[in-house]
């Protein structure tokens, strides 16, 4: 078999962006932000957005600035009724399930966000298991040494034996120059810096039917 392990990111990944619940939560990180600055909404998101380019995710940012704890930024920002946003997919369970490789979470979030993602969507029982910010010692995406640390938990020595599908072209670029094999999820048209660009995780298997040429 070309590909062993497939790892998928969470938010906006396996469930479509159109759910508003990735925004949601940037508004939460936003309020967070207000905690430690005096400036107007408006500001703290170009801040906001100033970590993540510099940092890769608001919460290294705020780590470097203010040594904010992780645990409480991040119980805060996911603090939503994510049953407002998303529901339980039982064609992305199939789908999931019927791929022979193994199949990880990798996230920038934390385990317990994750854990109540899956329950709702109905996939909890898809995967081999999750690789989250603490996994990762908080190298996260697009640090390479969050991806490299990603193998190791998985037990993964060839990188090009492993698709990653996420949502973002910044965290796909360093994981290709690594030698995975890159999908952007939830674009259309190409984009040069991925090997791939599929709609939704739903069209995989129009988009790929290789992954299922071998059983695992």
């Known amino acids: 078999m070309r590909y062993k392990s497939l790892f998928f990111d969470l938010d906006d990944t396996l469930y479509p962006s159109a759910s508003g619940l990735w925004e949601a939560i ?12 005096d400036l107007p909404l408006d500001e703290i998101s170009a801040i906001r957005q100033g970590y993540l380019e510099k940092f890769g995710t608001t919460l290294r ?19 939503l009724p994510l049953e407002k ?18 199949r990880w979470i990798f996230t920038n979030a934390d385990r317990n966000h994750v854990r109540k993602v899956i329950s709702i969507l109905g996939v909890a029982d898809c995967f081999d298991g999750i690789i989250d910010i603490h996994a990762v ?16 938990i998985t037990g993964d020595d060839e990188p090009s034996s492993c698709v990653i599908f996420d949502d973002a072209v910044r965290n ?3 994981a ?4 995975f094999y890159t999908v952007l ?8 810096q991925v ?4 709609p939704s995780l739903h069209m995989l298997k129009e988009h790929m039917p290789e992954l299922w040429e071998n059983d695992r």
């Open 26 to 37: 940037r508004a939460r990180m936003n309020t967070y932000m207000q905690k430690f600055m």
């Open 61 to 79: 940012g705020l780590q470097s600035q203010y040594q904010v704890d992780a645990d409480d930024y991040l119980a805060y920002v996911h603090d």
């Open 85 to 102: 946003f998303i529901k339980q997919d039982p064609e992305l369970h199939k789908l999931l399930l019927s791929l022979p490789q193994k």
């Open 137 to 152: 010692e908080f190298a996260c995406k697009p640090d390479k040494l969050a991806y490299q640390r990603a193998l190791s």
């Open 172 to 174: 796909l670029a360093p």
């Open 176 to 179: 290709g120059k690594l030698g």
């Open 185 to 192: 999820v939830g674009k259309d048209g190409p984009e040069p």
């Open 195 to 198: 090997d791939r660009v599929i």
